[in-house]
């Protein structure tokens, strides 16, 4: 098996040195993940994994919604294809709640598997509106992911650390970390998990802004779900008011800190 850290990464012209040492970390990060979780015997290599399956030539499947986790991820596996013969397969599940921004993610993701040369597909999870809209979307996604698993493939999802920062505040603020006895562990206090039987996560060491600056330097282009800048839905609430809200006051202390720092300095040299 190669070693990653040797491997030849594709990088655009004019990258700097900084912006490739970050995008180096970041692949090798997600393929030793692969090489620790998925492939758990250090002697096993992918060929060898195969065999277990033969029937499935493309084991590794990224579920992608276009968005930009998921498009980062995908690309990501791009870049650990031409590095290793590892084959990777794109689904897109289309619940058809929007219509047309769901034509133009398909559109979209069909361009980018075939410009990266790896496999598309899309899953029907046909969601009808209503209340519990999020759930019972979530569920019809679990159940394609299910029958994915049982056909004997990996499930890659691009949740980040801060989709688990989001989650931790969500359960949190919903006091589901607080039984009647009140008496909870650190261990029970968790938001996703990392790994999920045969899901896997391998973006969770890493925040929205590392997949921000890895899209920056590839100049790579994503889909925007407009259902995400609504607040009414508890998650965005958190992901575009309260985290922010938070942000900023951090740094208004952080800034704040610094100056008191100076003047104690100052005051010092007096």
């Given at each position: 098996?190669?070693?990653?850290?040797?491997?030849?990464?594709?990088?655009?012209?004019?990258?700097?040195?900084?912006?490739?040492?970050?995008?180096?970390?970041?692949?090798?990060?997600?393929?030793?993940?692969?090489?620790?979780?998925?492939?758990?015997?250090?002697?096993?290599n992918f060929d060898m994994l195969l065999k277990k399956n033969p029937s499935i030539l493309n084991p590794f499947v990224v579920s992608c919604s276009g968005g930009i986790d998921s498009t980062?991820?995908?690309?990501?596996?791009?870049?650990?294809?031409?590095?290793?013969?590892?084959?990777?397969?794109?689904?897109?599940?289309?619940?058809?709640?929007?219509?047309?921004?769901?034509?133009?993610?398909?559109?979209?993701?069909?361009?980018?598997?075939?410009?990266?040369?790896?496999?598309?597909?899309?899953?029907?999870?046909?969601?009808?509106?209503?209340?519990?809209?999020?759930?019972?979307?979530?569920?019809?996604?679990?159940?394609?992911?299910?029958?994915?698993?049982?056909?004997?493939?990996?499930?890659?999802?691009?949740?980040?650390?801060?989709?688990?920062?989001?989650?931790?505040?969500?359960?949190?603020?919903?006091?589901?970390?607080?039984?009647?006895?009140?008496?909870?562990?650190?261990?029970?206090?968790?938001?996703?998990?990392?790994?999920?039987?045969?899901?896997?996560?391998?973006?969770?060491?890493?925040?929205?802004?590392?997949?921000?600056?890895?899209?920056?330097?590839?100049?790579?282009?994503?889909?925007?779900?407009s259902s995400n800048s609504s607040t009414d839905y508890f998650r965005n609430h958190i992901r575009n008011v309260l985290l922010p809200s938070y942000e900023e006051w951090k740094n208004k202390?952080?800034?704040?800190?610094?100056?008191?720092?100076?003047?104690?300095?100052?005051?010092?040299?007096?």
């Amino acid at each position: 098996m190669k070693r990653t850290d040797k491997a030849p990464i594709q990088y655009p012209e004019g990258t700097t040195a900084s912006d490739r040492r970050f995008v180096r970390n970041m692949i090798v990060s997600v393929k030793d993940f692969i090489r620790k979780t998925v492939i758990t015997d250090p002697s096993e290599n992918f060929d060898m994994l195969l065999k277990k399956n033969p029937s499935i030539l493309n084991p590794f499947v990224v579920s992608c919604s276009g968005g930009i986790d998921s498009t980062c991820l995908l690309h990501i596996c791009f870049q650990i294809a031409t590095i290793d013969s590892y084959k990777f397969r794109c689904v897109y599940i289309n619940h058809g709640l929007r219509p047309e921004e769901n034509k133009n993610e398909i559109q979209f993701l069909k361009l980018f598997s075939k410009n990266i040369g790896i496999d598309f597909d899309i899953f029907d999870g046909k969601t009808e509106k209503g209340s519990g809209l999020q759930e019972r979307a979530r569920k019809i996604r679990q159940e394609i992911y299910n029958k994915l698993i049982e056909d004997g493939y990996y499930l890659f999802l691009a949740h980040t650390k801060s989709d688990d920062i989001e989650t931790l505040l969500m359960r949190t603020l919903q006091g589901k970390f607080f039984p009647k006895d009140y008496e909870v562990e650190a261990r029970e206090i968790h938001g996703i998990p990392v790994i999920s039987g045969c899901i896997y996560r391998p973006l969770m060491n890493h925040t929205r802004k590392d997949i921000e600056r890895y899209m920056k330097v590839f100049n790579l282009s994503w889909c925007e779900d407009s259902s995400n800048s609504s607040t009414d839905y508890f998650r965005n609430h958190i992901r575009n008011v309260l985290l922010p809200s938070y942000e900023e006051w951090k740094n208004k202390m952080v800034s704040r800190n610094k100056k008191d720092d100076v003047g104690i300095i100052k005051e010092r040299r007096v």
